[in-house]
């Protein structure tokens, strides 16, 4: 699933080709691409046809188009799912295999969601003040994420410290800290040198303070490079592919050396999943032993 470097690296694509732009008509292929929307596709379609689109925000994984006229002001609010794509081409260009939605533009282009699995989608939304922030309502229960002007890493520690709970499954957790996922967990738990099973009530502020700092930079390194691709699902807007891959220090490199130590990584089961750690660096917290 993409996180918040793929999503930014896509709202900063859209942004250029969008702000400014008209929407003429649209295409909704797809039902279950705006299931989410209680009006369904004619209402989605009839609402947005005519707008003129101000601009693409982000709170961490989730992207909304601004889209207002005279009238209406609405939020177009886009989650990818799985392997959803939002991309940029010309009328009449070949329409992808699991085009999902075409949003016709007054510039003679056109922005396409594609989606093969069907797991993301659009919707409408009115917006809601939020702890300062002007959100989508279905989207203001999500926290900031490190590069919201509203992100207050206290709190965030705060809320960590209150928990009794691994810290990698806080750190998936969306309501305490967004945009961060499975690879970029892995990533700035080796970085802060803390394994993922650690609970959160017995890490000093000061290393959960370090893990925050390591997450916001491994994300923004990721976004400089356009994300992490492991296939062709993940691409930003012009259907290109992301290079974080290549400098992942922890994340699917079970058996490689450790970056810092040399020991080889390591892997073990998480949520369905898998979390990649050194076994040196980060060493995994003893066993509780069951009180009698």
């Keep these: 699933m993409p996180e918040l470097p793929e999503v930014e690296t896509i709202r900063l694509g859209l942004t250029e080709h969008l702000t400014g732009r008209r929407v003429t008509d649209v295409q909704v292929l797809h039902s279950r691409a705006v299931r989410r929307h209680a009006g369904g596709p004619v209402d989605l379609r009839d609402r947005l046809r005519g707008k003129q689109l101000l601009g693409v925000s982000r709170r961490g994984k989730y992207l909304w188009l601004a889209a207002a006229d005279a009238a ?3 939020a177009a609010v886009v989650h990818l799912g799985m392997s959803g794509q939002m991309l940029i081409a ?3 260009a070949p329409d992808p295999v699991h085009l999902r939605i075409r949003a016709e533009l007054d510039d003679g282009n056109e922005l396409r969601f594609v989606d093969q699995r069907t797991f993301g989608g659009w919707h ?3 917006y809601a003040e939020t702890g300062g922030s002007r959100l989508p309502v279905s989207i203001a229960h999500i926290a900031a994420d490190p590069f919201d ?10 809320r960590l410290r ?12 969306q309501t305490v800290i967004s945009g961060v996922g499975n690879i970029y967990a892995d990533e700035a738990l080796w970085r802060a040198q803390l394994h993922g099973r650690r609970r959160t009530r ?20 990721a976004i400089t490079v356009g994300g992490t691709s492991f296939d062709a699902l993940y691409v930003n807007v012009n259907g290109e592919s992301g290079y974080f891959d290549r400098a992942l220090n922890a994340y699917g490199r079970e058996g490689e050396e450790c970056a810092r130590c040399g020991a080889p990584m390591a892997r ?12 040196v660096c980060q060493p995994p917290p003893r066993s509780r032993t069951p009180r009698r």
Excluded: W
């Design 72 to 74: 209406d002001e609405v």
């Design 90 to 92: 010309g009328a009449g």
């Design 202 to 221: 017995g890490i000093p502020r000061a290393r959960l303070h370090q893990l925050l700092e390591a997450a916001g930079e491994v994300m923004s390194e």
């Design 162 to 173: 209150r928990k009794d709970t691994e810290i990698k499954r806080a750190l998936l957790d």
């Design 268 to 279: 073990e089961s998480f949520m369905n999943r898998s979390s990649f750690f050194c076994p």
């Design 124 to 126: 409408l939304d009115d």
């Design 149 to 158: 002007p509203a992100y207050d890493p206290g709190a965030v520690v705060d």
